[in-house]
């Protein structure tokens, strides 16, 4: 039996079918949406709940800090609290994000040892490759803070090829 849907057969629907047929037209249209975001490298993949997962391995973005005061020098991850940083900075789900200036401040809120040095954030993300087969660690997006004096510091990066640069008054 084909299937055919006239007008009169549509009217004796239930309200029942109506929410049915919404809510898969929302998912489908989700699907659709987030494989969109994920092939323009936009979202990480594995967040928001869609089917952009089934594309690579998960990203699993990493933060790592230096001091870059006179030979770059990288801090153990024991040395700073990142937990408030990676929320602000809503846990890496949108890729081409900049850090924004309330990050920085949070980050120096929670590490005030680490004010008045010149630091170095780093982002890297796991990339998949066809040849060799393998998964490697890569940066995806540096910034840099520099005091200028103790309650000012300036800074800049670059994430998806867009570089962007501030100023920041910093009050403990």
């Known amino acids: 039996m084909p299937f055919n849907l006239s007008l009169a057969k549509l009217k004796n629907l239930s309200g029942l079918h109506y929410v049915i047929i919404g ?6 249209s989700w699907i659709v949406f987030h494989m969109n975001l994920v092939s323009k490298d936009l979202i990480n993949p594995w967040k928001l709940g869609g089917y952009g997962m089934y594309t690579k391995p998960n990203n699993k973005a990493r933060l790592r800090v230096y001091d870059i005061r006179d030979k770059t020098k990288r801090l153990s991850k024991k040395t700073y609290a990142s937990k408030n940083f990676r929320d602000e900075n809503l846990r890496y789900i949108f890729r081409c994000r900049k850090i924004t200036e309330e990050a920085f401040l949070i980050f120096l809120r929670d590490n005030p040892h680490l004010a008045n040095v010149d630091l170095r954030f780093l982002i890297r993300e796991r990339k998949f490759t066809r040849s060799p087969v393998a998964v490697k660690w890569v940066p995806h997006s540096v910034a840099e ?3 200028q004096q103790s309650d000012k510091l300036t800074y800049s990066g670059s994430v998806c090829g867009e570089e962007y640069s501030g100023e920041i008054e910093y009050r403990p």
């Open 23 to 28: 809510l898969l037209t929302v998912h489908v």
């Open 145 to 147: 803070i520099k005091w």
